[in-house]
């Protein structure tokens, strides 16, 4: 039998009890719950940090009563984001994380409102209407309660809330409902765990392939590359150190390493990769880093070039902003070796494109990537080891189920003394955007002023440059000349420009520390995990940072609009955007995330259980695949 601890807003139960259960479920009582596994009470407060979140959870209860439950940053106390119901799973080792089975939720928070569709494990999908009471047996109990077809319905006890999920289809068509009694959800389930088999073998087949290839093993660490890493101007996180020996253990082994490093925006993957770099270097080996958009590229070559100045290491890169002169110099000196560190966009991709060494390569969100970029990646993967960056473009729990065929580093705790972004939805006002660049300006502070149309971008900046005279502004746009874009952003990035009136090129990446307000006109237009990229380029640092989103006015938005507008507001806080992420799926549907046959599969049992039950089968055929043969 699943064992956990469900807890519920307005649920009735005393404090000593829900202590008594976070002690059968292993967890440690400390004076401050900073580590998963600890709880710690203070007054009517309880606060614990669950097995597989990424932060602590904050109970409050008024006498017998949960008053409200919600995320917290555990340094400075802040709410996050609140929650309806969380479960807390017993506290495991993280080697026996891997027992799994389909009974057990991925998404550890479960925020279901009143007429979302979900999923339970044995019915199917309905729709919640909400939280009764029901008599049994004299005693008075809370029930889910879940509308199926032809209006029945299932009240689900207490015990068994962890088999009904949120149904997120990634389509943007509403599901149908089940009908309660009948097999077709059993036979439904069956056919969609009979095919997964498939997949699974399918990801343990392309997992045996790596595992057969040699690579090179680097060596240990040398001196140099403690004194590089001591050299990293803020703390590191637990996230960032963990993250760094699982690379380093992977560069060391004879398999080729493919890992994923997963982390929100600002959360440090590129030192992480950086540190990677060096000790490739150190070993002798070149590296390339592959990058999406040739500002990306500029911003990674003056970080590498800035961390690594100290060190006899040569860095490169190969982007549009080189003249074709200077492309082919840089392409024959990558050749004879005498480049360590290349940084490129696609170009790097390019059959006239030679390595004397190769070593490593880094890819910063592949999923940016075509298809042809992606199959000339498959073979260099042959090549190096690879390490992928990606800022959670899809939800976690996917990347979980296929944690059986993909190494994955999770980097989940923000910088120390990181500030969420306070984020604003307003309508177009000259007086209020006026008083917005002026406060930054009046600290010392840069702007992003992001207007996406190219045709009246100056027109933009001349109201800039209007209202506030003294503002030294500049516009930055991918149609300009390479050279000329290059200088703006450098220009920026010295900080002798104050106001950056820009497109999206700034999307990806970019790190201006000094630059913390951002204003995007017209951001109904945009994608909400576009909008989270964008808001990523400020309050990367300790200075209060502010992002403002132009819209429309209310009654012109349309209702996708509007709820990625709601999401964003909502999910602001440090750590968003796995939240953000998962919304955003639900709002425009998945794309090419994965092929046509599986969405049809996540479509009819929705994506949580999908990915349970791939991860199920994942661990089925290990275990089948390890088994050694009885001895009579």
Known sequence: MFDALELFVGQ???????????????????????????????????????TGFDSAVR????????????????????????????????????????????????????????????????????????????????QVKQHLVIEYDRGDRLYVPKHDMHLVQKYVGLNKRPPRLYKLGSQEWKRVRATIQKRLQRIAAELLHTQAVRASLVGHRFLADTPEQKIFEAAFPF?????QRRATQEVKKDMEFAQPMDRLLCGDVGYGKTEVALRAAFKAVMDGKQVAVLVPTTILAEQHFYNFSRRLKDFPV???????????????????????????????THRLLSQDIGFKDLGLIIVDEEQRFGVRAKE?????????????????????????????????????????????????????????????????????GQVFFLHNRVEDIEQIARIVIKQ??????????????????EAIMLKFLEGTIDVLVCTTIIESGIDIPNANTLIVNRADQFGLADLHQLRGRVGRFTRKAYAYFIVRSEEHLTKIAQAR????????????????????????????????????????????LYCRLLKESVEHLKRMNNREPLHG
């Open 12 to 50: 009735m139960i005393e404090l000593e009890a829900v202590i008594q259960n976070l002690t059968a479920l292993k967890y440690t009582r400390t004076s401050r719950s900073l580590e998963e596994g600890e709880f710690s009470v203070r007054g009517g407060i309880l606060e614990v940090f669950p």
């Open 59 to 138: 109970i409050d209860f008024d006498d017998e009563k949960i008053k409200v439950i919600a995320s917290v940053n555990s340094l400075s106390g802040k709410s996050i984001w609140q929650h309806k119901i969380v479960i807390l799973l017993p506290f495991l080792t993280r080697a026996s994380r891997s027992v799994f089975n389909a009974d057990i939720p991925l998404n550890n928070f479960i925020d279901i409102q009143k007429g979302d569709y979900v999923v339970h494990n044995n019915h199917g999908i309905g729709r919640y209407l909400g939280v009764e009471e029901r008599t049994h047996l004299n």
């Open 235 to 239: 703390e590191e996180t637990p996230d």
């Open 314 to 344: 040569e860095v490169g890169m190969l982007s549009r902003f080189r003249t074709h002169h200077e492309q082919q110099a840089i392409v024959k000196r990558v050749q004879e070796g005498k480049v360590d560190i290349i940084i490129g």
């Open 376 to 444: 000339r990646l498959k073979h260099f993967r042959l090549l190096a080891d690879v390490l992928t960056l990606t800022a959670t473009p899809i939800p976690r729990t996917l990347y979980m189920a296929l944690a059986g065929a993909k190494d994955m580093s999770i980097i989940a705790t923000p910088p120390q003394n990181r500030i969420p972004v306070k984020t604003e939805i307003i309508s177009f006002d000259e007086d209020f955007i006026t008083q917005a660049i002026q406060r930054e300006l009046q600290r010392k």
């Open 468 to 485: 506030i005279p003294q503002a030294r502004v500049a516009v930055a746009h991918g149609q300009m000349s390479p050279k000329l874009l």
């Open 565 to 608: 507008l709601e999401a964003l507001e909502k999910h602001s806080g440090l750590g968003g955007g796995f939240q953000i992420a998962f919304e955003d799926l639900q709002l425009r549907g998945a794309g090419n995330l994965l092929g046509q046959e599986q969405h049809g599969y996540i479509a009819s049992i929705g994506f949580d």
